[in-house]
């Protein structure tokens, strides 16, 4: 007999006033665009330019330096998941440092780390289980952005 899943939401309804009334703080590790806790998502069709924006901005993060004018928090170490293209990933990095630094390798190694694979990010197993192989093999620092590509 197949087992049935039910997901149950709590809701708390609030009307603007009591909206904006909350004590809501965090930080933000990109100002105005990228909380630096939860999940932020980026979507667009296929061929959007979403991984170019993605490693674009995970190297700016990577290196400490602001994103196109817009204030990047400093110290963060980047973990990429490149699920969908490893050979583009590498094309887009290499290019990426080679613009910027004149060379094919970033100044902080170890500031960015590639996960070439992917997982299931509906099954719950597969996504408690992806960081493990990262986990296992580097040193932590307190700041760390990952960013999953694709979906």
Not at 10 to 26: G, P
């Amino acid at each position: 007999m197949e087992e049935t899943q039910m997901i149950i939401f709590a809701l708390e309804l609030l009307d603007e006033a009591a909206f904006m009334a909350r004590d809501i703080n965090y930080e933000f590790l990109v100002d105005g665009w990228i909380p630096d806790q939860g999940l932020t998502l980026m979507n667009a069709k296929r061929g959007g330019g979403k991984t170019t924006v993605a490693i674009d901005l995970a190297c700016h993060i990577s290196t400490d330096q602001d994103w196109h004018g817009t204030r990047v928090d400093k110290g963060w170490t980047v973990v990429y998941v490149a699920a969908e293209d490893d050979k583009g990933t590498k094309a887009r990095l290499q290019a990426w440092y080679r613009s910027n630094y004149g060379k094919e390798e970033s100044p902080q190694p170890g500031r960015f780390i590639v996960l070439p694979c992917g997982f299931h990010a509906l099954d719950t197993d597969e996504v408690d289980d992806f960081p493990r192989p990262v986990l296992d093999r580097h040193e932590w620092r307190e700041k760390v952005a990952c960013i999953v590509e694709t979906w």
